[in-house]
């Protein structure tokens, strides 16, 4: 987690690039997930940019995170997201981190694949995420 603490301002100072990049990036994967999103995409990145700014503070409290997780997971479900489509959401986001945060090094990239995992996985009404406090 500290190595996603420590990248997060380079993610936010890039925010809306990232925002960008990582629709992008899951859109080219599949034109079902396309057709789900109706608001404006910049409203959207941004409030996706705050959904991860939020989380990567709130898992180093794993209880109030589980809960908030379940509650995104249960109103994307209701958009009409689908199991399928966490695999290519999280494909898309590793990639994005991967382009605009690689230069920090394969451990930064990691870390965040990790954060991706635990977070999708909880969004996803999976398995308890697992405790990434002192990691």
């Known amino acids: 987690?500290?190595?996603?603490?420590?990248?997060?301002?380079?993610?936010?100072?890039?925010?809306?690039?990232?925002?960008?990049?990582?629709?992008?990036?899951?859109?080219?994967?599949?034109?079902?997930?396309?057709?789900?999103?109706?608001?404006?995409?910049?409203?959207?990145?941004?409030?996706?940019?705050?959904?991860?700014?939020?989380?990567?503070?709130?898992?180093?409290?794993?209880?109030?995170?589980?809960?908030?997780?379940?509650?995104?997971?249960?109103?994307?479900r209701g958009y009409g997201v689908v199991a399928s489509h966490y695999p290519i959401m999280h494909s898309a986001l590793v990639e994005t981190v991967q382009g605009l945060l690689g230069g920090l090094g394969q451990p930064t990239v990691a870390a965040w694949t990790r954060m991706f995992d635990t977070l999708l996985a909880g969004d996803a009404g999976g398995a308890h995420p697992p405790d990434l406090v002192g990691e």
Request: proline share 1%.
């Open 1 to 76: 987690m500290l190595l996603v603490q420590n990248s997060l301002p380079d993610l936010i100072e890039q925010a809306d690039a990232f925002a960008a990049e990582f629709y992008r990036r899951f859109f080219a994967k599949s034109e079902e997930i396309r057709a789900l999103f109706h608001r404006d995409m910049s409203a959207q990145g941004r409030m996706l940019v705050e959904m991860l700014r939020s989380a990567v503070y709130a898992l180093c409290r794993n209880d109030e995170t589980r809960l908030d997780v379940a509650d995104l997971g249960r109103r994307h």
